[in-house]
């Protein structure tokens, strides 16, 4: 599981095989961008949770994405984001020497234990997502127990 973080791999002297440079120099080489250069385009986007009372708020990293190429749907506590992008970049020259296209798709998802699917609101600005997801509200089922 150590090997599936991406970018820093997690020193830690007791998973280390002393070869993560080695790995890092051939995932950059195998990428496509030159020079050699890691980036968020062939991995995935970061996401940040935070929970207070009433709501869970969900902050997602995504620049030079629009609306369009995000889903965002919430099943039994599941919230799946996910973002499909569909790029061309096209160079016209007399007979198209060069001509390039690209799709990526990535997905997230996390658990919310008590989320409300009602109320739930996401808003992209600025390469920000931001969903905000209501928590259900439990009722208080406290009984005092009567010692015989």
């Known amino acids: 599981m ?14 280390s095989t002393g070869f993560e440079g080695f790995q890092n120099m051939l995932d950059d080489f195998f990428a496509d961008a030159w020079p050699f250069t890691r980036s968020l ?9 935070q929970e207070n009372e009433k709501e869970y708020i969900v902050e997602a990293e995504l620049p030079g994405v629009k609306k369009e190429e995000v889903d965002v749907s919430l099943n039994e506590g599941r919230l799946n984001i996910t973002v499909s992008k569909k790029e061309n970049v096209d160079k016209k020259y007399k007979n198209y020497i060069h001509r390039e296209r690209r799709l990526s798709s990535m997905t997230r998802n ?11 609101k996401a808003k992209l600005e600025e390469g920000l997502l931001t969903i905000t997801v209501p928590k259900v509200v439990k009722p208080d089922n406290f009984v005092k127990i009567t010692i015989e």
Do not use: H, M, Y
């Open 2 to 15: 150590a090997g599936l973080v991406p970018f820093n791999k997690r020193e830690n002297s007791l998973l």
């Open 41 to 49: 385009a062939g991995d995935t986007f970061k996401i940040d949770v």
């Open 110 to 120: 996390i658990f919310l234990r008590d989320s409300d699917s009602e109320g739930i």
